[in-house]
């Protein structure tokens, strides 16, 4: 079996979204995908096969208060408007084909940190309701969210705990991969100041989320690496910019550019991942 895996990223991920959209254009739907943060939540339209919802929703979404700005800040203490991002927007403004996406016959699954024990849990994303809860929970970076309740669990951005969850995938029985990364290759990930602000903040509730946040630059850049030896191994195949934006980038011809690169790039390797299906 083969999966396809999917880095967050905010909005570095409209880069994925073009090499979704190339994939279901040529019909090629994996039977396993996972992902996390922005990686998974585009992943989603993948999976209901509505080739270019993630770009029009980017493009007429990005510069409305409604969808990310402070002053959300002050009504869900989150930069993005909860009800509006997963409610609204994909009940309807956009329409999210959840008929198609409750037909897939594959795997889907959601990476998250459980905040109470800072460990890395995969959900079924076909378990998600109408107000796509899993996906606030996948996307609930600190400082940026708060921690999201499912089932009585609350849960963090799935990437702090499991950045690029390709061990999942191998576990999970996928011999061979294809990898999306948001990353120009080379970069490497170092601890920032919002990430020190985010130990600060979270030490006394959640305090198995400072080892996360600490560690995370090591976790990340080490699995990189483990993903690199992999594509030399010929078990994956890696997708990555050559360029990126910003994670809050605000410019729309900025995002729509990365978003037909990531297009092109999968178009120009269609060959090496189809044979990741055979």
Same mark, same amino acid.
């Given at each position: ?5 999917f880095?967050g990223?905010t909005f570095?991920?409209i880069?994925?979204?073009g090499?979704m959209?190339a994939?279901?254009?040529?019909e ?9 943060s ?6 989603v ?9 993630? #770009? ?6 990005? =510069?409305?208060k409604r969808?990310?700005?402070?002053r *959300? /800040? $002050?009504?869900?203490?989150?930069l993005?408007?909860?009800d ?6 994909p009940?309807?403004?956009f ?10 016959e ?6 998250v ?7 890395a849990e995969?959900?079924n994303?076909m378990?998600t ?6 996906l ?23 990437? #702090?705990?499991d950045?690029?969850p390709?061990r =999942?995938?191998?576990e999970?029985?996928?011999e061979? *991969? /294809? $990898?999306?990364l948001?990353r ?12 020190k ?5 979270l030490r ?8 996360v ?9 080490e ?10 191994e010929?078990k994956?195949v890696?997708l990555?910019?050559e360029y ?6 605000k ?5 729509e550019?990365n978003?037909?690169h ?13 044979k990741?299906l055979?």
């Amino acid at each position: 079996m083969a999966g396809i895996i999917f880095e967050g990223g905010t909005f570095r991920p409209i880069f994925s979204a073009g090499v979704m959209d190339a994939l279901l254009e040529k019909e090629i739907m994996f039977p396993y995908c996972i992902g996390v943060s922005a990686g998974i939540s585009f992943g989603v339209s993948y999976i209901s096969k509505q080739k270019g919802r993630n #770009l029009e929703v980017l493009l007429n979404c990005r =510069k409305d208060k409604r969808y990310i700005s402070t002053r *959300n /800040l $002050i009504k869900c203490r989150s930069l993005f408007g909860l009800d509006f991002v997963y409610d609204e927007v994909p009940n309807k403004l956009f329409p999210f084909d959840w008929d198609t996406f409750f037909k897939y016959e594959g795997k889907a699954l959601v990476g998250v940190t459980n905040a109470e024990t800072g460990k890395a849990e995969y959900l079924n994303a076909m378990d998600t309701d109408k107000r796509c809860t899993i996906l606030q929970a996948t996307c609930a970076m600190p400082l940026f969210f708060p921690a999201i309740n499912w089932k009585g669990g609350m849960y963090y951005d799935g990437g #702090l705990a499991d950045s690029i969850p390709i061990r =999942k995938a191998i576990e999970d029985g996928n011999e061979k *991969n /294809l $990898i999306v990364l948001t990353r120009p290759k080379g970069y490497r990930r170092t601890l920032g100041r919002d990430s020190k602000l985010a130990m600060r903040l979270l030490r006394n509730k959640y305090p198995a989320m400072v080892e996360v946040i600490r560690n995370r630059p090591d976790m990340y850049n080490e699995t990189v690496a483990f993903c690199e030896e992999l594509e030399r191994e010929g078990k994956a195949v890696i997708l990555r910019p050559e360029y990126t934006v910003e994670s809050m980038e605000k410019d729309l011809a900025a995002l729509e550019r990365n978003y037909k690169h990531g297009y092109d790039m999968a178009m120009n390797h269609i060959d090496e991942i189809k044979k990741l299906l055979v």
